[in-house]
């Protein structure tokens, strides 16, 4: 399974940018705890989470640090996530990786190590 991660950039404080995750290769059981996830690293920080979705019933999760300022979707048709992320901060500067992964129970969400497959990163860069 590969992952491209896109929709990265620039944007001013207050502004919007969405991002986008599409998966090709390999078939995801919808029938398995199939869930698609956003994590994001700062320069000198720790990876961290940021958003989730189910893929089959499309129950949503969310960080504290943007839970009400994005929002995360998905289309099942085109096995692609969305990141849309508003009233943007200069702290959500950072790399956002896209993950996905099978059999992701509820409790093992938020841990980067129950993904078993990563994009390759897009940047943004929230300026104040």
């Known amino acids: 399974v590969q992952l491209q991660a896109s929709g990265g950039g620039l944007a001013q404080a207050g502004g919007s940018l969405r991002l986008s995750c599409s998966a090709s290769?390999?078939?995801?059981?919808?029938?398995?705890?199939?869930?698609r996830a956003w994590f994001r690293q700062a320069p000198g920080k720790e990876r961290e989470f940021v958003a989730a979705?189910?893929?089959?019933?499309?129950?949503?999760y969310y960080s504290d640090s943007v839970k009400g300022r994005f929002s995360i979707s998905r289309d099942n048709a085109k096995n692609t996530v969305y990141l849309q992320m508003s009233s943007l901060k200069p702290e959500d500067t950072a790399v956002y990786y896209c993950?996905?992964?099978?059999?992701?129970?509820?409790?093992?969400?938020?841990?980067?190590?129950?993904?078993?497959?990563w994009g390759q990163g897009t940047l943004v860069t929230v300026s104040s």
């Open positions: 979705i189910r893929m089959n019933s499309g129950t949503e």
């Open positions: 290769g390999g078939t995801f059981n919808p029938n398995t705890r199939n869930t």
């Open positions: 993950a996905a992964g099978n059999g992701v129970i509820t409790s093992n969400t938020y841990n980067d190590r129950a993904y078993n497959y």
